[in-house]
Nanobody, 114 residues
Framework: QVPLVESGGGLVQPGGSLKLSCATS????????MSWYRQAPGKERELVAR???????IYVDSVKGRFTISRDNVKTTVYLQMNSLKPDDTAVYYC????????WGQGTQVTVSS
């Protein structure tokens, strides 16, 4: 079992910001791609952002320019800085790592509403 613990979610007004964290342990964090996914009510889980061990990043088009994924290999934590939040960003956000299988955290709720 690989523990992934997300935190940092909450309720924020449109245009606001949140920073999510995903603390990990139990594997060689610096060697693996880390990802953030989200799932909105009634929708499928979608990839939001991904970061490679070398720091290369990819984003879903809907968050480009607003979200930034980063990693701290000393703290074995991956982050998602979310700016200019929109109501459509409302979802449960999960971090994920693929090792021998895909491991997921429990998720953190992000609600964007006035």
């Amino acid at each position: 079992q690989v523990p992934l613990v997300e935190s940092g979610g909450g309720l924020v007004q449109p245009g606001g910001s949140l920073k999510l964290s995903c603390a990990t342990s139990g594997f060689s964090f610096s060697a693996y791609i880390m990802s953030w996914y989200r799932q909105a009510p009634g929708k499928e889980r979608e990839l939001v952002a991904r970061i490679t061990p070398a720091g290369t990043t990819i984003y879903v088009d809907s968050v480009k320019g607003r979200f930034t994924i980063s990693r701290d290999n000393v703290k074995t934590t991956v982050y998602l800085q979310m700016n200019s939040l929109k109501p459509d960003d409302t979802a449960v956000y999960y971090c994920e790592v693929g090792i021998t299988q895909n491991y997921w955290g429990q998720g953190t709720q992000v609600t964007v509403s006035s």
